[in-house]
């Protein structure tokens, strides 16, 4: 079972007394290290459709060892058709939008609203991706909600012989 | 060796004060240093829900359900004007109206009261869209971006470094998006940074003192319904108190004592009743008018204050944000889908979670390597099991058995480290000129309309467009005296993240090192 690390700045506490001692050992520690972050690509919005959520899907450089050109463009705009979905104004979103002022907005209580739901299809689809097309190459697709919209943070893990991904 | 003692010493009060957040620390190293409080009613526990650390200047309760700016004073005037406006109303002329006239008004009116607290607390207490802060490896990338913008674009007779900004083209209108010192990222268009709650708000239309919150993109329905359904009900109080005050006059009786005071009292509050509803139907009515305007058009109040879009900058200026349409606009406005919130409050904190660029080392000269070693030790993907054995023996004197929270740091200090160094002094005073204008550049474009209820509104406001401010400016642009207060920021009680966390001093693989010791320490 993987253990997550706990802590980065502490480490300068453990200064001194064990620094002698790890040096010793980092020879050793680099041998056995499973895949380490090697970078991270931040695909950034793209505003020129206006305020609504889009990637931009120009094929950054770091990946180009890694994926498919047409494959990296599949996956961002199937995310950005799945957010124009969450967003779309018709006459579901404003029926929706007119029920849940009727009910002074105590709908939300017992129901999601269309936007989370469709929320929820992105991160199926984002787990979907990352198992079958990024893990295997080294890659992994962080959920944009978990950067608050901004950006699709892709990790890339650095090629290493002995380890096989996580 | 000299080198390592030295570093020891250094480092050993850093240890120290490390040493101190821990509850299995000992007693005495306790004593030095106060534990961290990052918000109010959380005292010295580990932070468990990221409201705990959020960096903005807001205000949670209820473990994160409800959040509100700062300064709430004016939000419990507006609860107690409301109340006891409906409560003297209800009290003392509905009894009248209903048995004179129809029992359909006090239902009426109940019914109108119970939606406007309703949508005034959706308003206060909701997030209105604020935007999450960058993580540190975010900021660097932006930063290695607008570095390599600046070296391909800086010509040899530049002394000056261009502005942070980039433009898009939106709907055939160019739109210039600014980069935000303090949240670390370029802000969308129509969002704005709201000195007074220090976030960046998506849709920024105003910070509302009355309602106690920005109003913004998740929240300005809310908002607009609850101005919108004060005005009804004000306007229903005042024809039905006037309607009561001349029933009544017709058949006044002073055949008691006690009937002629319970009159009195009566007209006393009628009095009071007609007064507050006089001068909140000229403000709140006109708001409404206003806001329905906006609304109309698609605007924000912010850049209706600005002028952004109007013909008078060019006769090309047209806003692009609209949908062509009154009805489309009122409906997207009103009825269109809500966005959840981004800043997932009362999510729980993850040790492995990377920390906001408030929380972190921003050390200019680290930029891209810190950072990259940062999402190093971040990263949950790193494991060092076969060391375990051999460093545990090592480590378990030394380290406590609690696990260390990655983000420990007060979160409200959000100006440390290089880059933000030069907000730290000015934010408490009256800024100087150099490189401050920066600061003022970004919190001189909301615009807080203090007084918009009861002066006209988007007349009187202190906004001052970045383009045309001078250096000396700002300090007359802000003549609030409040404002420059509330710009205050409280200095750290703990030492800044860059002495306690100094990546660029030791080299990648003890980093690696040391850091699997930490985690295996607190197996």
Redesign the interface.
Known sequence: MQEKLQCSFCSTALSFPLQTATRFLTHSLQDLQQPAVSSKVFIQRDYSSGTICKFQTKFPSELESRIDKQQFEETIQTLNNLYAEAEKLGGKSYLEGCLACLTAYTIFLCMETHYEKVLKKIARYIKDQNEKIYAPRGLLLTDPIERGLRVVEITIFEDRSIGSGR | MSQ??H??LD??G??NQ??TRSSSCPPPAEDSEPPPCPCPGHRSRTPRRKWQMFPGRNRFYCDGRIMMARQTGVFYLTLVLILLTCGLFFTFDCPFLASNLTPAIPAIGGVLF??VM??LF?ASFSDPGI??R??P??AA??EQQIGEQRGTGNSAGCSRPPPRTRE????GQT?K?KYCFTCK??R???ASHCSLCDNCV??FDHHCPWVGNCVGRRNY??FY?FILSLSFLTIFIFAFVITHVILNTDKSSFSSCFKALSYSLTLFCTVLEVVVCFFSVWSIVGLSGFHTYLISSNQTTNEDIKGSWSTKRGKDNYN??SYGNIL?NC??A???????S??DRRGLIR??MPQTISQSNGTSNSNYTST?L??????????????KF??QA??TP??HSD????APLPGKTTTLGGPCAHLAPTQPSLPSCSGDVLTLRDTAVDSHCHHHLYLHHHHHHHFVSPEETPCITPQGALPCPNHLHLHHQPHPPVPS?AA???PAS?DT????????????S??
């Open positions: 390592l003692q570093a020891a480092q050993q850093q240890y490390i040493c119970v939606f309703g949508m959706r935007l999450p960058a993580t490896d975010e990338d932006l898009v083209l939106i709907n739109v998006l990222i370029f969308p268009p129509r998506e849709r329905r809310f319904l692009p944000y489309t409906c997207a009103l009825c269109g889908p809500l966005p959840p981004l800043i040790s492995d990259q940062h999402s190093h030790t971040c990263d949950q993907d790193q494991c060092i099991q076969s060391t051999v460093l090592a480590t030394l380290l696990p260390i929270v990655l993240p306690l966390y100094n030791q693989l003890h980093e690696d090192s040391v850091r699997g010791l930490v985690k295996l607190s197996v």
